[in-house]
T-cell receptor, first 114, second 111 residues
Framework: NAGVMQNPRHLVRRRGQEARLRCSPMKGHSHVYWYRQLPEEGLKFMVYLQKENIIDESGMPKERFSAEFPKEGPSILRIQQVVRGDSAAYFC????????????FGSGTRLTVV | QKEVEQDPGPLSVPEGAIVSLNCTYSNSAFQYFMWYRQYSRKGPELLMYTYSSGNKEDGRFTAQVDKSSKYISLFIRDSQPSDSATYLCAMSAGTASKLTFGTGTRLQVTL
C-alpha cells in the first residue's frame, strides 16, 4: 500500500519560470492538503482540496499560486513566475473522508529558485 | 502571538531518559491534537492522535491534552538514538480541516 507520492523530490527553477508539484494521495483518501515549510519554520497550511473542488484556500498567496485536484490524476500545485522567496519544502498530505486518525504526509518536494 | 507555541530546542538527552515535549495554543476551537515526528529532509510522520482532553498511550509514547490550560504534551519513555528528530505538534478544529503546526522541537538522544 503505497503512501502519499510526491514528485519531483527536488526541483530547481530560475526566477520567472513556472513550478509544477504533483501529489498522488493514498489509496482510498479523497482529501488532499498542501503545506509549505520554510527553513526554521513550521509547516504552514496552503490549500485543502477534494476531487474537482477547492474547499479551503485561505493559506494560498493571492497571486501566482494555484492548485487543482482533477477527477483523474494527481493533485497539482502550480507556482507561476517563481521568486527566490518561494524556495521551500512543499508537502502534500491526504486523509480519508472523515479525516480520522490524522493526515498522512508525503516526503515533500524541495523547490529551489535560483 | 502565534496560535501554537513550541520551544524549538534543541533538546539533548541521554539514551534511556524520559523526554517531555510541550505545546501551548490560544485557539479554544481546537479539538484534535496530533504529534508528528520529522526526520531530516523527510515528511512528517504521525505519532499520536488525540481528540479533546485526556491521555493516550502507544508503546513508549504518551500524549496528554489539557484543554482548560490549552496545553498539550508528548512523553517518550526509554528514549533511543533513533528518536532523534524534530517533533511537531499540530491541531485542528475539525477532522477534515487544516492543521495548525508548532515550529517543532529538535530532539537529540545521545549514547
Amino acid at each position: 500500500n503505497a503512501g502519499v507520492m510526491q514528485n519531483p523530490r527536488h526541483l530547481v527553477r530560475r526566477r520567472g519560470q513556472e513550478a509544477r508539484l504533483r501529489c498522488s494521495p493514498m489509496k482510498g483518501h479523497s482529501h488532499v492538503y498542501w503545506y509549505r515549510q520554510l527553513p526554521e519554520e513550521g509547516l504552514k497550511f496552503m490549500v485543502y482540496l477534494q476531487k474537482e473542488n477547492i474547499i479551503d484556500e485561505s493559506g494560498m498567496p493571492k497571486e501566482r499560486f494555484s492548485a487543482e485536484f482533477p477527477k483523474e490524476g494527481p493533485s497539482i500545485l502550480r507556482i507561476q513566475q517563481v521568486v527566490r522567496g518561494d524556495s521551500a519544502a512543499y508537502f502534500c498530505a491526504s486523509s480519508t473522508q472523515a479525516g480520522a486518525y490524522g493526515y498522512t504526509f508525503g516526503s515533500g518536494t524541495r523547490l529551489t529558485v535560483v | 502571538q502565534k496560535e501554537v507555541e513550541q520551544d524549538p530546542g534543541p533538546l539533548s538527552v541521554p539514551e534511556g531518559a524520559i523526554v517531555s515535549l510541550n505545546c501551548t495554543y490560544s485557539n479554544s476551537a481546537f479539538q484534535y491534537f496530533m504529534w508528528y515526528r520529522q526526520y531530516s529532509r523527510k515528511g512528517p510522520e504521525l505519532l499520536m492522535y488525540t481528540y479533546s482532553s485526556g491521555n493516550k498511550e502507544d508503546g513508549r509514547f504518551t500524549a496528554q491534552v489539557d484543554k482548560s490550560s490549552k496545553y498539550i504534551s508528548l512523553f517518550i519513555r526509554d528514549s533511543q538514538p533513533s528518536d532523534s528528530a524534530t517533533y511537531l505538534c499540530a491541531m485542528s478544529a475539525g477532522t477534515a480541516s487544516k492543521l495548525t503546526f508548532g515550529t517543532g522541537t529538535r530532539l537529540q538522544v545521545t549514547l
